[in-house]
């Protein structure tokens, strides 16, 4: 497999992507200053332990070069998750890069934070910050710390761009629905395009719902009852809930029948019998 290049987008998409990676950065950095007020506070009471009298300063100047590296480090790893996108399909050799990308992200990490580091000490303490006395030794430290930033990252990231094509493959949904009056559904790995005149019923199925058509098929989808009546909604077809589990259109009704103890069944155009909950029934 060659190199993974990133799909091409029109503008509008293109624009919808950067303001949704600006989200992820602005959430990534309220994480990330969360975790340096929590290592301010433990290196600071650690220093105070060992007699550094100026221990909170000194822990500040500490944590702060590396939360900001980590900050700025943000925008190199999701560009490598752009251009070289992990799934399960191709994982190989995308993972061998990040294998590579993580020691460079290592080494980025620590040049930059010893950099704002030797610059700062010697004007907050009036002398030169010392460290990296056995240098391998301690970058193997670092890098094991900035691994898990950096793998992360990376999941943050993968959650937000899965969160934004759930969002994109909902509004497309709605979008034909509405428009051509078509159930866009996902069943197992394909998209499945069902005229709504051809909706029977569904019934929910665990984290699925099976939709049974007209004709008599049956096809397990992924989304909830709430979701495929706003799509019903959305399209004009009349969504009629009858039950908890069980949702049809109302024009598919032929009959209500009381069955005693506030419990009744509905019968469609097709004789097909389905239950109707007790708080439903008079929405009906």
Request: charged share 15%; hydrophobic share 45%; net charge neutral.
């Amino acid at each position: 497999m060659g190199h993974t290049s990133a799909p091409s987008q029109t503008p509008s998409t293109n624009m919808t992507a950067q303001v949704g990676l600006r989200r992820v950065f602005i959430v990534f950095t309220l994480l990330t200053l969360g975790f340096w007020l929590v290592n301010v506070s433990s290196v600071a009471s650690e220093l105070a332990r060992d007699g550094h009298a100026q221990a909170l300063l000194q822990a500040s100047i500490l944590e702060t070069s590396s939360t900001l590296m980590l900050i700025a480090l943000f925008w190199a790893v999701a560009a490598l998750d752009f251009y070289v996108p992990l799934s399960r399909s191709q994982w190989r050799i995308p993972l061998a890069l990040y294998l590579v990308a993580s020691l460079f992200y290592s080494a980025l990490h620590i040049m930059g934070m010893m950099a704002l580091r030797f610059t700062i000490w010697p004007f907050a303490f009036g002398e030169p910050y010392s460290a990296f006395d056995n240098p391998l030794d301690d970058f193997l430290y670092e890098y094991r710390k900035d691994v898990w930033s950096f793998i992360l990252t990376l999941l943050i990231l993968h959650m937000a761009r899965h969160l934004h094509e759930l969002t994109i493959s909902a509004q497309a949904s709605l979008k034909a629905a509405r428009k051509d009056h078509m159930l866009t559904l996902r069943s197992g790995g394909r998209e499945l395009r069902l005229p709504i005149s051809n909706f029977l019923y569904a019934k929910a199925a665990g984290n699925y719902v099976e939709v049974v058509t007209v004709q008599g098929g049956t096809h397990l989808v992924r989304l909830t009852l709430s979701e495929l009546e706003t799509l019903l909604e959305e399209g004009e077809g009349e969504p009629c809930r009858l039950h908890r589990s069980y949702l049809t259109r109302k024009s598919l009704v032929r009959e209500i029948t009381s069955l005693g103890d506030g419990r009744a069944e509905a019968q469609l155009v097709d004789g097909q019998i389905l239950p109707v909950g007790r708080a439903y029934r008079t929405s009906i």
